[in-house]
């Protein structure tokens, strides 16, 4: 038996259906884009690892013997490693009592050293001196002075924010003062979470501690001083 | 006659019908070669760069010795690291250079709108090889810079700044950072930029060198061989020789290693071509949450420019004839160099809010005015040939005593007063008032200047009486 030829109507048909099936497709095309760019958001939170340390065992600030009272030299700060290996601080004698100060005196504060506006390190200046890159400058205490955009820190005052672009204080390095040895521990930072180190500005302590201890070696009392002159 | 290995290879290739195929005259100018000596300086840069990859160890604590062990002990290593060094400013400079000349005469309109959207993601992409080649000797001053740069990046919206930061930089540790660095500027960033060349050579294969905006349109066709191959061969061997030459006379010292000490005494300072960024993040208003601002107006003027193409829609090439974005282009120019020399001479000073506003509103000032001036002139003369007009112009003033002397005077005024205002920005401090007393000396005697030059003109030229 010969074929059927087409006629009209079948033509019509076809069509129809064709029409049909495309429109189909479009509608699950559209609904996958859409799938897709929402999940293509939620994958990209996936791809920074979980915070070392997260899934194994409780994070803790390590505890890091600094330096004896005795031992402070008040002319220059010291400078030390804490909590990581690559986050920069400094130790100073302020001469008097001081905004999270420890020691006989309560003069002793040690703050991190990146500056929360852009992440450059800060020298310390002391009343009356420079900073290299700005000569008419004269510091009125113990004071940071950031030469990348400016910014100073009032370091007997809890490091506020004297001058310059930084939005907030850096974070103190929280002190542990033994009254029976005079030594000097380093026991935690304070808020807010250390330029770098997750969202800026941070403050709620347990997100502090997540983020500090994140993305680098913790320290120990042999590399807290390596690789800081 | 052609050898029969050419002929082999050009019926295998069909190079002749393609890439080698004859070029108008016109296109025999260094204003059309600027695209191909920024990819001459990019193959330098590949080649000093696979040199250096020999000794280089990309770890904080060799990255250092490394570096300078190719300087000092590997036999003609410094002139290796200064030329790469040099290469990479010649190809930004170039990239620049390229843009703005494109820019002026519009070859950014129909049929090449997207060669200009490629071009500006490739001059991007150059910057941000600057920017991580910049971290790899581990310097004090490129650790501080590269630290600001991904500072900057916290700032953008919480769904994608710390994945852009984790995949740039790591979550804060030196190691991760300096090896994603090496990898970006070794790996990622050339196969990009070799990807978006191949694009745009396409393009150009099909559309051609634009036409000169003035001028004819129809000119006689140069064979490649040899013409147009002795032409590109000069331009190249010329411009490799000032890149040697310079990396000869001038080799690179390099500061100190980097460490937390090093970096709170030393004044971080930008290379040459981010400075002009730099000195914006320092206007006051821009301290604290409103770095927001700073980052998003740049972000804006970027947008716009890549869009170009798509926002001037008018078929007018001419820059005569486009008094707008001829003199919006000449702004935008001054502005970077006054903000790069400025940026420049005040590292690590914040600039108060009013004096940042004195200067941006002035240099744009000075050159709308100078824009302006200009262009009211030429419509008076329209007609008139203006061959040389430049140096008659200068010429003129000598030729009447009384009117050279007010000129002098007016010269003087105008000096001083600019020599004010630069010299208080050099030393950051600026007092308001003189600022002002200045800034009107400065544009009056201006506008004098330009009226007497334009008078004296039209007298020559008979347009006055």
Known sequence: MAPRRLQRDDLAEIGKSKRDFLKIILAFGGLATLGSIASTLRILGFIPPPTQGASTQALAWPRIKLVNVAAIDSSKPLRFNYPLVDTPNVLLKVGRKAENGVGPESDIVAYSDVCQHLGCFYGVLSSGASPPCNSSYKARGMEGYCCCHGGQFDLVNGAKVIGGPPPRPVPAVMLEYDKNTGDIYAIGMGPPTIFGHGPPGTTDPALVLRHDLEGGEIVTEATAFARTQ | MESKIAQWLESRLGLKATVLRPVPEYSLNPFYWLGALTVIAFVLQAFTGLLMLIYYVPTTDQAYASTLYIIRTVPLGWLIETVHLYGAYAMILL???????????????????????????????????????????????????????????????????????????????????????????????????????????YMFEVHGAAEPSTGPKRAKEIPWFPNVFLYFAMIGSVFVAVVLLASALFPLSLPTEFTPLAASVYVPQPEWYFLWFYQVLKFASFEGEGIYYALGGVTIILALF???????????????????????GLILIAELVTLTVWGYFTPGQVIPDLQALVIIVEVALVIAMMSALTYRMRSKMRG?????LGLRIMALPFTHRMITSIFAVLLVMGSVSLAGLVGSLATGSINSAAASVNFIVLLSSFYFMARILRNLTLRQRGALP
């Open chain 2, 95 to 201: 990239a620049f250079l390229h843009m703005f000349r494109g820019y002026f005469v519009s070859v950014q309109k129909q049929p090449r709108e997207m060669m200009w959207v490629i071009g500006m993601l490739m001059g991007l992409i150059v910057l941000v090889f600057g920017l991580t080649g910049y971290l790899l000797p581990w310097t004090v001053v490129s650790k501080s810079a590269t630290d600001v740069s991904i500072g900057m990046l916290s700032f953008l919206p919480a769904q994608i700044g710390p994945v852009l930061t984790f995949l740039l930089a790591g979550t804060g540790s030196n190691a991760a950072e300096l090896s994603r660095f090496f990898d970006l500027h070794i790996v990622v960033l050339p196969a990009v930029l070799l990807v978006l060349l191949v694009v745009k050579m």
């Open chain 2, 384 to 388: 008139l040939p203006v061959r040389g």
């Open chain 2, 306 to 328: 890549i869009l170009l193409p798509f926002i001037d829609r008018g078929t007018t090439r001419d820059a005569a004839s486009r008094p707008l974005y001829t003199t919006t």
